[in-house]
Nanobody
Framework: QVQLVESGGGLVQAGGSLRLSCAAARLTLTMGWFRQAPGNEREFVAAIEAFSWSTRYGESVKGRFTISRDNAKNTVYLQMNSLKPEDTAVYYC????????????????WGQGTQVTVSS
């Protein structure tokens, strides 16, 4: 079992920035971020592989969000810039053995989620 603990959510005005953090017991895993707004399915946001550090982004966040990792701190970050009201959601950190996948069903480990609210 891999425990994931998110932090950094909150309320921000449109155009602002937030940085989410996800602390893990180990980072020899592909790490991903998903989000879920009320009434919507969980949506892929970004992911980063363990060793190649290859990244992948959802279309709606490309150019605005950046995923990174600090293996010394066993922490993954999601830097979110130019936030929009439609980015409002609960953001979940996730992890999986293997390469990046876009489906949430491919990720074995999940954090509890952190709320991000963007006001207009």
């Amino acid at each position: 079992q891999v425990q994931l603990v998110e932090s950094g959510g909150g309320l921000v005005q449109a155009g602002g920035s937030l940085r989410l953090s996800c602390a893990a017991a180990r980072l020899t895993l592909t790490m991903g971020w998903f989000r879920q707004a009320p009434g919507n399915e969980r949506e892929f946001v970004a992911a980063i592989e363990a060793f190649s550090w290859s990244t992948r982004y959802g279309e709606s966040v490309k150019g605005r969000f950046t995923i990174s990792r600090d293996n010394a701190k066993n922490t993954v970050y999601l830097q979110m810039n130019s936030l929009k009201p439609e980015d409002t959601a609960v953001y979940y950190c996730s992890a999986r053995d293997g390469s990046i996948r876009l489906g949430d069903y491919d990720y074995q480990y999940w954090g509890q989620g952190t709320q991000v609210t963007v006001s207009s």
